[in-house]
């Protein structure tokens, strides 16, 4: 109920749903089982009020990527699909998307006003205290296990956006997007061990990269995306990375050496 006094209070029109229970659960299932609670309440919430407020929810890149590879576009992948090898490490993040995808789409199908947005890897000068790929980074550079999570994998591909370029689309999508629609915020192409390159350099740190060979020959492709909400990215990994380091560094979430 209060929740629905703030909609109608405030005159919303919409939400914005980002919540996810960390640290994660051992399990999917029970991560879900925290994840859909946020979730649920900005959907029900956002329809006991108005059919006019629209939920824009955040899925993962991960979730898109079929077991075929290939171009990755704003398009789920059909149900029962199977993860890559090289993605079997993120199984719990992508798995959980699924899962909570699946709940929106149900409530659009039933004529909720919703959407979901799929972020690439987001980096840039957190607020907060770290990101994950503030830790993920160093963990791969260093190729030793940081706050219990393995190093990735040397052929692990993602696309890449700047976290203000994330928010000049979520921006776009309250401007332009639609009921039921499917956005890919994917700027660029680069495994984690071409990003870390980057990254290593910036931080004047000695990192041999393993060789990449992106043998799923994934590539994301959010041209439509852009094209529909009007958006032209305006960062790029290479140039953004020095601030990138320093401000981990700020923060006390540089464990370099």
């Known amino acids: 109920m209060m929740l ?35 979730l649920e309440a ?53 798995g959980v998307n699924v899962l909570k995808d699946g709940l929106v789409e149900e409530y659009i199908s039933n004529g909720g006003n919703a959407s979901i947005v799929y972020p690439s890897s987001v980096y840039g000068s957190a607020p907060t205290r770290g990101s994950f790929w503030d830790f993920a980074i160093q963990q791969f550079i260093t190729g030793k296990p940081h706050q219990g999570s393995q190093p990735f994998p040397p ?11 994330l928010a000049d689309c979520y921006i776009a999508i309250v401007r332009f997007g639609s009921k039921g629609g499917h956005y890919l915020a994917a700027p660029e192409n680069l495994s984690v061990s071409q990003v870390s390159t980057l990254f290593a350099q910036a931080a004047q740190v000695e990192f041999l990269a393993p060789v990449f060979e992106n043998k799923d ?41």
Not at 155 to 165: G, P, Q
Not at 246 to 251: G, S, Y
Request: proline share 5%.
């Open 4 to 38: 629905h006094k703030q909609f109608a209070s405030y005159d919303i029109t919409t939400v914005i749903n980002v919540a996810w229970h960390i640290p994660l659960e051992s399990t999917k299932e029970a991560q879900f089982a925290f994840d859909r609670i946020p």
């Open 155 to 165: 052929d692990f591909m993602t696309a890449w956006i700047h976290v203000e370029d």
């Open 217 to 257: 020959k994934v590539i994301f492709d959010d041209s439509h995306t852009r094209e529909v909400l009007q958006l032209q990215w305006k960062y790029k990994v290479a140039d953004e990375v020095k601030g990138w380091v320093e401000r981990i560094k700020e923060l006390g979430t540089y464990f370099l050496e």
């Open 42 to 94: 900005a959907l029900h919430g956002a329809s006991a009020v108005s059919p006019d407020i629209h939920v824009i929810t955040t899925s993962g890149n991960f979730s898109l990527i079929t077991a075929n590879g290939g171009q990755i576009t704003e398009t789920p992948p059909p149900l029962g699909y199977t993860l890559p090898e090289y993605l079997v490490c993120l199984d719990l993040l992508a």
